[in-house]
Structures are given as C-alpha cells and as structure tokens.
C-alpha cells in the first residue's frame, strides 16, 4: 500500500521500535479506521496495529482510552499470576512518542496503537456450537479476570447505554412526536413494548436495591470480539475494548444470546425462521458461567434469562425508536430496514416468553455448588 503523507505522520507519533515497512488497511470493523503495519526489528518482521478512533460515536475519546489502560493493565497482571501470555491473552497498547496511550494528528483526529496477536483468527460469526461454546468461555473468563476491577472507577463511554428505562423514556417520546409520520402502521410493533414497560425497571431497580453487582461489563459480547487461537481452537483474547463500562454481568451475557442463539438474521423479514434456539443458549450458559469460575453470583445467574430478554427488548425497542425518529442513528439499507429488524427482536422476546420455564430451569442447573 502506498501510505500518504498523513499516515506517515501519525505512524511517527507513536514509540514503534524497528524500521517501517508497509501499513496496509485491516479488518471489516464498522466504527473505526484500522490498519496493520509491519516493521523489522533485528532482522524479523514484527506487526502492530493503528486505530483512528471514530469521535463521532465516541465523544471522549482520551477517557475511552483510560479506560481501556486501566482494563488491560489488570488483565495483564492476572494473566501473569496465572502464568499466561501477555501479549496474546490479552490487548497492548503502544505508547506514543510522548507517552500516552494515544496520539492527536493535525486535523485533531484521536490515534491509538495495539500490538498484533499473531496466529489468531476472528470469526465473523461462530461457525458452530463449539465456536459459540468457546466464545462463551472467553467472555466468561473476561469476567472472572476483572471481578474484583472497581467498576465504579470507569467512565461511561456511552451513557446510560444499558439504561432501559431511559431507552423507554427516548422510546416514547419518539412515538408522540411521529416526526415521520409512520407510527400509525406500526401500532401492533408500538403495542408490544408498551405493554412490557414494567420489564424494563427489573435488572436497574434490582441493581439499585443492591441484589445484582456493578461489573466491569464488555458491552458487545459478539463472537467477533474474541480471537481464537489457530492451533487449539479456543477462546484467547477479548477485543474491542472499546465500550467496556460499568454495568451488569447478565446484560453481556444477554446480548451473546440475543445476535447469537436466534435462528435468523437480524433483519429477516420471514418471521417464522425467527427464535431463540435453545440447544445453543444451554450451550453459551455453560461456557460463560464455566468462564466465570465462581465469580458470578447465584442472583446473577439467575438473571441470565432476564438479561437475554431485557437485552433483546432493549434493542428491539431502539431499531423502533429510529424507525419512528427517521433512520438517524442505525445505519440502513432500504426504508424498512430498521422495522425489520425491530420485528425480528421482538418476534425473539415473544419466543423467549413461551420458553420462558425452560430458560429459568437451564440457567438454575449451573449454579455455584
């Protein structure tokens, strides 16, 4: 590749040891630029790769950043107590010139550096139960390594993200003001989550009451965002650090469930393709509380069905918010882009409902004995 002038300047912002070699573009990431650079250190090529951070969805990009330090700074001293490796178990940040975990171009874009985990492959999606086993595991094991992390201490990099009453709130105003017009053919869709609106207080006032734990939570828990190791095929690292925040266990869990365990896409329009496949929630739960060893507590597993449901009305609820709003948030490929996909999540709710005793008895089987 061929780098232009202002890449070259923010590769030499940043404390990289060798001699360049090339910066090719990396990854199928939705939210930032990512590229991978090569340099040579006595005579082997050595990779790293650079981040453009995208301001637009993160307002604070330098306490994204010392979120993101205080996290792997942990991880790497539990990985080391556990006599495991470093640089592949878990993110590295490069320092720039000046020392910081990140650098400023002259157009006052925000950079940052990790080192590459080489031999190490990320699946766009799991490509079986065993993957989505192993993927459980890993954020499980996420969660065990950072259980006792002052979740207190971290900013919100997105505010009130999992707020669902505050999603409620947005949701509603949304249908009063009708600034497009289109909440009269969606009555059926606006219905559904109003008759829920008492689901939405269940994990917040149990949060506030003190019965669930402030965590330190990932926030999207897609298979996606965890390598897997080339030769043993397991879990190895948690990516994407980037919207790790104070919140709850069983929220993370419940988004792995939510893109995970149902049997269509996110915008199917056939309806009927549409639930929450039960072989492969049993299947997650068992990876993630396995991954957790012994750090969740038995409320919190409990919770584990509460947390897909709540997860996937949540989400649900906001592709209708932006339906209604005019499309300005997600980003959409034909009108109704945002109506399917708020059909398809509630369509799961729905089929989490009728299955409801099923999920509760699978999440009790793997209490803490």
Request: overall charge negative; glycine content about 8%; aromatic content about 10%.
């Amino acid at each position: 590749m061929k780098m232009n002038r202002e890449l070259s300047e923010v590769i030499g912002m940043f404390a990289f040891p060798g001699t360049f070699v090339e910066a090719i573009p990396y990854g199928n990431g939705h939210i930032n630029d990512t590229y991978r650079l090569t340099f040579e250190q006595s005579g082997r090529l050595v990779h790293y790769i650079l981040q453009q951070m995208n301001r637009k969805v993160f307002r604070k990009p330098e306490e994204l950043m010392e979120n993101i330090e205080g996290v792997t700074a942990w991880l790497k001293k539990k990985i080391q107590e556990n006599g495991g490796d470093i640089y592949r178990e878990t993110l590295n940040v490069i320092p720039s010139a000046e020392g910081k975990a990140w650098c400023v171009d002259d157009t006052g874009e925000y950079w940052r550096a990790y080192y590459f985990i080489e031999n190490a492959l990320c699946l766009d999606q799991a490509a079986g139960t065993q993957d989505f086993y192993e993927s459980a595991v890993a954020f499980g094991h996420f969660q065990r390594l950072l259980s006792d992390y002052p979740a207190d201490t971290l900013h919100e990099t997105i505010p009130d993200f999992h707020n669902t009453p505050d999603r409620f709130r947005k949701f509603r105003a949304a249908v009063e003001a009708d600034v497009c017009g289109r909440a009269a053919a969606v009555q059926d869709e606006i219905r559904f989550v109003m008759e829920r609106e008492a689901f939405t207080h269940t994990l917040m006032d149990r949060l506030a009451e003190g019965k669930l734990p402030l965590r330190v939570t990932h926030n999207d828990t897609k298979s996606n965002n965890v390598l897997m190791d080339n030769t043993t095929g397991k879990g190895l690292c948690v990516i994407d650090l980037d919207t790790v925040m104070p919140g709850l266990a069983v929220n993370d869990f419940g988004d792995s469930i939510r893109f995970g365990a149902s049997t269509g896409a996110e915008d199917e329009k056939d309806l009927s393709k549409i639930s929450c496949d039960m072989e492969l929630y049993d299947i997650y739960a068992k990876g993630f509380v396995e991954g957790c060893g012994g750090a969740l507590t038995d409320m919190e597993i409990e919770c584990l069905p509460i947390g897909a449901k709540v997860m996937t009305y949540e989400c649900g609820m906001r592709f209708l918010t932006d339906y209604l709003s005019g499309d300005t948030y997600f980003k959409v490929d034909y009108p109704t882009h945002n109506l399917d996909r708020t059909r398809t999540q509630l369509k799961l709710v729905w089929d989490m409902e009728q299955k409801w005793e099923q999920m509760q008895e699978i999440a009790r089987k793997y209490k803490n004995k």
